[in-house]
């Protein structure tokens, strides 16, 4: 794996280095050994590892991300100082700011100015595309912490993005961004509108009521929220309706039937059925 080129971006927050690899195993892999390896090299507000191929990208729980090459963005943005706040919050913050970049990006390019509702935020940290009648997986987030003892270090955020390939064709619950809006868009082109709402989003972080306007934000983009559908915990199917996430990342559920799971369950505890399908 070697550095294919190296350059820097430009944001409102300052200058970092962006690292390009045309092939990589995990954007995420080789971001934590350049953050191990030569941590004096990168600025207060980390570096950017980007790759037009990756070949073993990591999802939630030990799944894998697919990814097409040439098509779809894998990208992991590291944060060298870390905001004194919760993990999860700090997830849902990168959730946001990965729905705001694809919906700036769309703006910019082709001048179409998405509804409200056409981009939500799927607990913990994916983003959903309405698309023909429903909401599919369009992005994906893996916050990777790290951590000296108690003390949280560094965090690096993989992002992986559904862009050009094609997903409505294929069993699993997702699709990409030229299938929603008809419209070619590179890759590359959602790196730096994204970045600059994780960089928002840590200035927010990082204010006294940073953590309650994430969750409150992160609410109101929600989801499924208050609608009833079938949830699997411990291995059992149940019906519920998921209420709110609170302040600690946790979800609040309300259960139908007896023998009802906890009402607050972390996202680890939960898997989401669609048809065949549960995640």
């Known amino acids: 794996m070697m550095i294919h080129n ?12 962006r690292i390009y690899l045309a092939k990589v195993d995990s954007t995420n892999n080789f971001a934590m050994k350049l953050l191990k390896n030569e941590p004096e ?3 207060d507000i980390g570096f950017l590892v980007t790759t037009s191929e990756q070949t ?4 939630q729980r030990g799944n894998i991300w697919s990814s097409s090459p040439d098509q779809d963005l894998a990208m992991t943005w590291v944060i060298s100082k870390p905001p004194k706040v919760d993990a999860t919050v700090f ?13 700036k990006a769309i703006l910019d390019i082709t001048g179409v100015n998405l509804p409200t509702a ?10 959903y595309f309405w698309s023909n009648g429903g909401y599919r997986k369009v992005a994906g987030i893996l916050v990777e912490n790290n951590w000296r003892g108690d003390t949280w270090t560094a965090s690096l955020v993989g992002i992986g993005v559904n862009v050009l390939s094609r997903r409505l064709s294929r069993s699993y619950h997702a699709v990409s961004i030229s299938e929603v809006i008809n419209h070619d868009i590179k890759p590359n082109e959602l790196e ?23 969750a409150q934000e992160f609410n109101k983009e929600l989801y499924g929220r208050d609608e009833e559908r079938e949830y699997l915990v ?8 998921l209420k709110k996430i609170d302040s600690n990342g946790m979800g609040i559920f309300e259960w139908k039937g007896i023998n009802s799971p906890s009402a607050r369950l972390h996202s680890s505890e939960v898997k989401w059925v669609f048809g065949l399908h549960s995640i």
């Open 6 to 17: 190296e350059s820097e971006i430009e944001t409102r927050h300052g200058r970092l280095s």
């Open 41 to 43: 090299k990168f600025s």
């Open 56 to 59: 073993s990208g990591k999802g």
């Open 118 to 127: 056409a981009l939500s935020v799927k607990w913990p940290n994916d983003v």
């Open 192 to 214: 730096a509108p994204i970045l600059e709402f994780l960089l928002d989003y840590l200035d927010v972080l990082n204010s006294e009521s940073g953590t309650n306007e994430i």
């Open 91 to 103: 997830n849902m913050a990168a959730a946001l700011a990965t729905g705001k970049g694809i919906r």
């Open 234 to 241: 411990d291995g059992t199917k149940h019906q519920g309706v």
